[in-house]
């Protein structure tokens, strides 16, 4: 089977802002937004439009997966560009703000995002496996406790982003919540237990 043709950089800048586009229509007008508006927000024609994304159903995958894809590409930017802990607290912020940005185009795809035979899973198998890094590294590194796996810190990153999106999902809410929740995961050092103090005798004190 043939590979389809790279995109020229004009027709890949176009697909990229539509994309941008879809993603803030979809959110503000669900499944009624306007394709001509989407176009109109990309600065582009309509039948640019079609070209990319022949149906409004191919248009909401391709937003989907692109907002996705972008989380595992920015993970591994951050991977490279700081220490491993501070890398897995900016990658579980963006995480949040995102999943409360996808969580209309879901709904609006239904069984795409669930259905396995559906080619939307791939989405999950990139998030998936870009917090397996950052949490091995983190671990590794001894800034985080090394009895949390991967899918229960995503677990509770969702539940953030739930009960920020509750209180209007402002990033401050959820900078709020997501420090509380790594402060209890964050690696401790050892329990030290403090040395008895000597009775008046100068004699550590009997048992």
């Known amino acids: 089977m043939p590979h389809p043709r790279p995109l020229r950089a004009d027709a890949r800048r176009n697909r990229e802002r539509l994309l941008t586009a879809a993603a803030s ?6 499944e009624n937004a306007s394709l001509d508006d989407i176009a109109r927000r990309a600065g582009v024609g309509s ?3 079609y070209r990319h994304f022949p149906t409004r ?8 997966s692109a907002r996705v894809d972008a989380l595992g590409e920015r993970g591994e930017e951050l991977s490279r560009a700081l220490p491993p802990g501070e890398a897995l607290t900016e990658w579980l912020h ?8 996808v969580r209309g185009l879901k709904s609006l795809l239904g069984s795409a995002v669930t259905d396995a035979d559906a080619p939307m899973t791939a989405c999950g ?12 590294a983190a ?8 009895d949390i ?16 999106e509750l209180g209007g999902g402002e990033a401050r809410e ?26 008046r005798t100068g004699h550590p004190p009997e048992h």
């Open 25 to 30: 229509a979809f959110a503000e007008h669900g």
């Open 47 to 49: 039948g640019t439009l």
């Open 57 to 64: 159903r191919a248009l909401l995958e391709a937003a989907y």
């Open 94 to 101: 963006e995480v949040c703000v995102a999943t409360i940005q």
């Open 125 to 136: 198998t990139v998030v998936n496996g870009t917090a397996a890094r950052l949490v091995r």
């Open 139 to 146: 671990q590794e590194e001894g800034t985080l406790r090394p």
């Open 149 to 164: 796996t991967p899918a229960e810190l995503l677990r509770l990153a969702h539940g953030i982003a739930s009960a920020a």
């Open 174 to 199: 959820i900078g709020r919540y997501l420090g509380w929740l790594l402060d209890g995961v964050r690696r401790r050092p050892p329990h030290v237990v403090p040395p008895e103090r000597p009775n």
